[in-house]
């Protein structure tokens, strides 16, 4: 059974623009902190956004380009990726946790994991 189920990754250019969808079936969407991991090559994963009732956060490597939104009566969770560098390369994976999400950082934290979406940023 599929909890989350990502969309919107693929090939792109150096300087592109992509946006991340994320739907989720898990019961009582309202009541989860949402977050984006990414995995790229011979890399650990790691870090790209949250978002929390009280807010957003991002990592470091993305801020500033990357924007993290949600739509509640779409229980979906979005990823606007600007400015692409190669690498942003990764596969890009969505994950959720019961409130409260204390450490968005963290990934043991997230109770739900997304199959992930590939995105390819060539030079």
């Known amino acids: 059974q599929a909890h989350l189920v990502e969309s919107g990754g693929g090939l792109v250019q150096t300087g592109d623009s992509l946006k991340l969808s994320c739907v989720s079936s898990?019961?009582?969407?309202?009541?989860?902190?949402m977050g984006w991991f990414r995995q790229g090559p011979g890399k650990e994963r790691e870090f790209v956004a949250a978002?929390?009732?009280?807010?957003?956060t991002y990592g470091d490597s993305v801020k500033g380009r990357f924007i993290i939104s949600r739509d509640n009566a779409k229980s979906t969770v979005y990823l606007q990726m600007n400015n692409l560098k190669p690498e942003d390369t990764a596969i890009y994976y969505c994950?959720?946790?019961?409130?409260?999400?204390?450490?968005?950082?963290?990934?043991?934290?997230?109770?739900?994991w997304g199959q992930g979406t590939q995105v390819t940023v060539s030079s």
């Open positions: 994950a959720a946790k019961r409130l409260p999400l204390n450490s968005p950082w963290n990934e043991d934290e997230y109770d739900y």
């Open positions: 898990v019961p009582t969407f309202s009541l989860l902190d």
């Open positions: 978002i929390k009732l009280s807010g957003s």
